[in-house]
């Protein structure tokens, strides 16, 4: 405090040169918008009366005093806010003012006023007059902030651990809005949006710093800066350059120009979008600022996925129709039903419609309802407001600022451009443009920047485990060689199952009576199996590509409606009570623990041998065909034991074998098996003896580890989630501690038996950074993911590899 | 051979002295009637031309020819021995001859005629003349009987490994048949049935060994010797004596007598009931035989159970109506249905029946059936009849010889005592009594024997691991103190839940819509719960009783059937539609993974809370009123995780005092937890934190473990089971390798982080031998298993105990 009153020549608490502090929030990692700054302290009755005779305004001077006691009434005694607007919004009208017509002095002062009076009359406690209390109070409640729902749910969705903790930095006051010769802005060294390498912000006149970040009133973009303050200008580009070289990355600064002065208040790391997050490590690396290790340890693995977010279908974004623009916030398309609460959106979301949250600008408080939505529309504030910053940060489309944009929330109706819009209705968002679209536009993949390119070269160069992808079918296989997939995986044959000119054989196959019936259906599948694999090969060409048999249990293709099972008795010619009979001997209490995976390939062995002879022709046929060496991988699902294995085994190298006699053609092809019950973990020495490789499915791993059904726990686990008693979801984020436990020691027995065993991951989860980091640590070859996540899969890979570089010093 | 020769002073196919011989297997562990013994080999044309001569008798020499070539037939080439029943079915029928005229000699010659014909037509080549040859062929034969399907299944049956391996002896010769002064026998060294100390056994005078197991003829009693061989009698009981003396056990003897001199054929140890080998160990320990070690060692532990197997109600039993008696070959007591063949026996236990088997007589092809069944009734043969030894050795009541029962297998109707039963009709056999009586009689627990509770006591000094019992109530309690439980293991609350008066309670709690509603249906529910535990308590007196909070998922509780919905829903006062929508939210796909267990715990406390009111408040009323110092064990289910189990054990330690406080007393309490998911044996060091116990619930660990559903997986296991891919159906002894492995890991990881943590198991398999062995290994303090199976238990942990001495030297 010494210091400051130093430097600024002013004293706290002082008439005769008083000092005002802010008190603000200065968390290691930012949380924009999250945790409060307190503005303004120090102000009273005497120094009000004070500041009005020193700077000549009086305006200035209770305005500023009637803000010091809102900040403190909401942020410190938790006063809604809406209390504070319902006084403003009342004196307006008894006064007979328009929104936009300024309040006189006199108005001010009776203004703080009944603010002082709804401090007293809601906490029971004055305003404070004295300003080290006011201080003392401020501090304590930044602290605060740091425990408050918003603030821990942005920690969460940002891998912030919960006791990093925060400073509250006091500073003193300076004042955008001491007039003409004022402004208060917000800015970023490079765009946050695109990564372009050009200053980026918003200044507002006379006016003080949360006003630009709250977006109540429309900024000016700080190229006008450069008009009308040019001297200030050139100081703060050259700060700016300054702060980026120090810090090495790119930073969001806060700036005040008070009376032609620059004054920075604040400067952090700027959040930026996944695909500024690319260019600004690539062309920082060029600017030989950072390495290429820094650049790929840089980026954020939970946002790459918007990269690839699915922009417009090309040809219906020609032919639609723009209904309004907004400011282009957050890069993305998105396509949804309308919403005009937080939580509406969310309800909605969870019914599982695609949404789109409609807000006259977000708060803090709306965090939950953007998580749930496709996309944001705000319209009021900028392209650094609430709503614009979030949406960047959680990978969400945004389109800000739209004037023409009129929401009555009461009656679920929102006017855009003068015409009706109800709750529910469809409307379409371009976040890179800000255009507004009537109803829904189709939406495709995005196209992959140069830098984008670059970045992930380098990964590839710094990662050690292979990036597969899980995937049924050519489409997929072509979506995920695009994203970079050095293989498949996991092909789930099934999937192939359900098309609609295969079920009925399907159905035969399962409702058969005799084993000859049986293999009556099965010969029909057959063709149809055999082309499925064969244009995966052709389109994989000589990449790995691993084929799981049959694997859900036999009523999961079964009618599940009666009008279905009425069709399909007719189809087999039973009466409908036969073959509820014959359904009902199918199911089973618990299908997950039931006759499905391997069990199924013992006890029908036939299904699995039509499964394994389209494999071996289809891959014969493509090396006769295409010249290609198709090394098909064959992989049995819910292996429990050794012995289990080598029964299946048996009937798979007799098949492949006689296929290879018919056909006259030796191919090379693995046999190997999922490691997905917690027996097959414990028992993988014995296992490994029969398999050429393990691939670990982590749902049912998950599933039986636990003994958590993924169909009936979801609600459960996301209370147990919300209580603490889960770090995060295991289904989506292994659980290193259980499941991984198993998992590691799976691989260390199989490794035992089998030096060379190939050990991958394929659950779900194996998409998701922290479990690609334990897949690294453990040894695995690869994981597989679903496609669209590979691209982070490459990123998480190498930061893996780069973070175990930097602890173990190699 | 040249021993031989010499000792009998005959030669192997030497006509001028022929040395006949016998090839008998002599497994290393007794498998009787499981294995081949081939008499008469060496004898050929010439030689029974010769034989003729030499005995003076033709009948003798073809008869033994003939025999000769039906055991080569049989049992060397695999001829149905039916074939040859039909060629003497035949020949009677064409020589005009009953059923129990003998053949003339010129008969006997053309039947030897007949049998040699019939051999080379079915197999393609003569009955070989060459002495050598029959002989080496027997020798292969023998030898080849190991491998056969009924030897295999006793083999596993009585846990003898297959790879043990068989000798094949080969013996001279003696006729038991070659007159009056002849006769063969087989004799136990003590009763084989009670163990009393005297010799048991029966002959046939002029007959030839094979026909007294057979049972084709009914023999005359032992004592029949002494009066016409005096001699050998006495001879015979010095021998029994001696060979009991050398090998320290019972003996199973065969023997001839051939012209009034004695000749053993073979000894071994014989096989005995449960209730025999505890008597005959304990009589041996106190003739100073064997040491009280032996003695425990030597017990049977999975024929234990049938000490213990009830027997008829008295009052019922002398009300019951005799309908006829057989010979008391296999004690306890049976009802059931009754079938005629093995196959239906065996098909009609699978679906649920309790059955009979009745047969004429049985052969080793009848073994399944007869482990299928209850009781065995057979109208030949006697108390050492096949159907008689393996009866007792597998622990079943059986009653043979019955004259007056006549079976017409195809038109599956007994008459007896010309009375007509259809199959499926119910009968009762008491084996220890011989009678057979109509209709179903119910059965009581059996009385326990002075050397019963001896040999108890003694396992009690040896074992180091305590016995505990699954019981659920008074009754169930009361039955496990009187076999020696030490404590509860496990108590179902939820069982409990069930009852009529209380159901209505309990299906307004779950489907309560508010907290309000249920608390008021668990407050009517309390006092049940607190009588349940204070009788419990009492019972139990200071024993330890762990207390298990509600388990199963609640739409357990609520209606099955649309009759019982429609009650439900008027007692509750909803529609039919309101009750099935609720009772639909409740359901789950898979039950077994779903909201249960502690799952309920955490989501509706007030459950337990409920329940740990009623443990707390039970325990204390029964310090005041019995001055008896209860430690309730509060147990909780399913658990996988420490911060799991730190919720919902805060709920119990706060309503524990709270109950502590309003009553105004203290008692000691622990709580602990089930591990029972595989998660909780991997996160065991942290669990233990937490809990004060563990109990390993191996039901659901062995479920989860494997994927195994035991509500649906049923067959499947069976089917493993035949195919060789499980060594045991899982859910009945612990599967040592992977559940096992898993339960070590988590008794290791649990002792290192609390060292005086109790360690118990408590699943089903608690009560199986080579389970209770591996809970000695792995240091277990207690096993808990159904009441019945205690007194096993107690000899089983003794075993163990002893097996770890002798292996460890200690």
């Not at 906490?123 to 007059?129: N, R």
């Not at 809005?177 to 003409?180: A, I, K, L």
């Not at 060294?189 to 372009?196: C, D, I, L, V």
């Given at each position: 405090m010494e210091d400051l009153e130093n430097v600024t020549d002013k004293r706290f608490g002082d008439p005769a040169a008083p000092l005002l502090l802010s008190v603000r929030a200065g968390a290691p990692i930012p949380m924009p918008g999250m945790m409060d700054t307190i503005l303004n302290i120090g102000i009273n009755d005497e120094i009000a009366e004070a500041l009005a005779k020193q700077t000549g305004s009086e305006r200035f001077a209770y305005e500023t005093y009637a803000k010091a006691i809102k900040a403190y009434g909401t942020m410190?005694?938790?006063?809604?806010?809406s209390r504070f607007d319902l006084i403003v919004a009342a004196k307006r009208f008894n006064e007979g003012l328009e929104d936009d017509d300024p309040f006189s002095v006199e108005q001010l002062k009776s203004l703080v006023v009944s603010y002082k009076n709804t401090v007293k009359k809601l906490?029971?406690?004055?305003?404070?007059?004295d300003p080290r209390k006011q201080l003392m109070d401020a501090i304590s409640a930044v602290f605060g902030s740091w425990n408050r729902e918003r603030a821990a749910l942005y920690r969460k969705l940002n891998g912030i651990p919960d006791d990093v903790g925060t400073a509250a930095n006091v500073q003193a006051m300076v004042f955008g809005?001491?007039?003409?010769d004022c402004c208060t802005g917000v800015a970023f060294?490079?765009?946050?949006?695109?990564?372009?390498n050009v200053i980026f912000g918003e200044i507002l006149l006379?006016?003080?710093?949360?006003e630009v970040v709250s977006g109540l009133r429309t900024p000016d973009d700080i190229s006008a800066m450069e008009d009308i303050f040019p001297e200030c200008y050139e100081t703060f580009i050259k700060i700016a350059r300054l702060l980026e070289k120090q810090d090495k990355d790119m930073q969001d600064v806060e700036f005040t120009v008070e009376k032609n002065k620059l004054y920075i208040l604040q400067a952090r790391k700027g959040e930026r979008t996944a695909q500024a997050a690319v260019r600004i490590a690539v062309d920082m690396v060029e600017e030989g600022l950072i390495s290429r290790e820094e650049a790929v340890l840089r980026q954020d693995t939970s946002q790459m996925g918007q990269i690839l977010h699915p922009g417009f279908d090309p040809e219906k974004y020609e032919k639609a129709e723009v209904l309004a623009t907004g400011l282009p916030a957050s890069p993305g398309a998105a396509a949804g039903r309308i919403y005009f609460t937080a939580a509406e959106a969310e309800a909605a979301a969870k019914s599982g419609y695609e949404v789109l949250l409609l807000r006259e600008e977000t708060s803090p408080e709306d965090l939950a309802g953007m998580v749930a939505a496709q996309g944001i529309l705000t319209a009021k504030g900028g392209t650094t407001s609430h709503a614009a910053m979030v949406a960047r940060g959680i990978g969400k489309c945004c389109v800000a600022g739209c004037d023409s944009l009129d929401i009555d929330e009461e009656k679920r109706i929102a006017e855009i451009e003068g015409e009706v819009f109800e709750e529910g209705d469809f409307l379409s968002l371009d976040g890179s443009t800000g255009k507004i679209f009537r109803g829904k536009i189709d939406t495709v993949t995005q196209e992959i920047s140069e830098e984008f390119s670059t970045m992930m070269e380098w990964a590839d160069d710094f990662r050690e485990i292979k990036i597969r992808a899980n995937a049924d079918n050519p489409p997929e296989a072509r979506q995920a060689l695009a994203f970079g997939a050095e293989g498949i995986g996991l092909c789930r044959t099934e999937h192939m199952f359900f098309r609609d000119e295969r079920i009925p054989a399907v159905r035969r196959m399962i409702l058969a009576a005799t084993e000859v019936e049986r293999r009556r259906a099965l010969n029909e599948l057959m063709p149809f199996q055999k082309a499925d694999f064969k244009r995966l090969f052709e389109t994989m060409e000589e990449r790995p590509v691993t084929i799981r048999l049959l694997d859900p249990p036999l009523h999961e293709f079964l009618p599940q409606s009666e009008e279905e099972a009425r069709e399909v008795a007719e189809q087999l010619g039973m009466t409908c009570e036969e073959l509820e009979d014959k359904v009902d001997n199918i199911r089973e209490i618990n299908p997950m623990l039931g006759r499905r995976g391997c069990r199924l390939a013992i006890t029908h062995p036939e299904i699995i041998e039509m499964q394994v002879r389209a494999i071996m022709a289809a891959a014969i046929e493509v090396k006769r065909e295409k010249k290609l060496d198709i090394i098909p991988e064959i992989m049995i699902p819910l292996i429990s034991d050794e012995k289990e294995l080598g029964v299946v085994k048996k009937y798979i190298t007799e098949t492949a074998d006689h296929v290879m006699t018919e056909e006259d053609m030796a191919i090379e092809y693995r046999t190997g098996t999922m490691i997905e019950v917690p027996r097959a973990c414990v028992t993988a020495d014995s296992i490994a003896r029969e398999a050429e490789f393990f691939s670990f499915g982590t749902n049912d791993l998950t599933q039986m580890t636990y003994g958590f059904s993924r169909d009936d726990t979801g609600s459960l686990i996301y209370e147990y989630e919300e209580r603490g008693l889960l770090p995060a979801d295991p289904f989506y984020s292994l659980d290193i501690d259980g499941v991984g436990a198993l998992i590691d020691m799976a691989a260390k027995k199989g490794r035992h038996t089998r030096p060379n065993i190939r050990l991958g991951m394929c659950g779900e989860q194996a998409g998701e950074p922290a479990t690609i980091e334990f897949c690294h640590r453990v040894g695995m070859d690869y994981v597989s993911c679903s496609p669209y996540r590979i691209p982070m899969a490459r990123i998480a890979a190498a930061q893996a590899a780069l973070r175990e570089e930097a602890d173990t010093g190699i």
């Open positions: 410190v005694k938790g006063v809604s806010k906490t029971g406690e004055d305003f404070p007059q809005n001491m007039g003409e060294t490079r765009n946050p949006s695109t990564g372009e006379n006016a003080q710093g949360a």
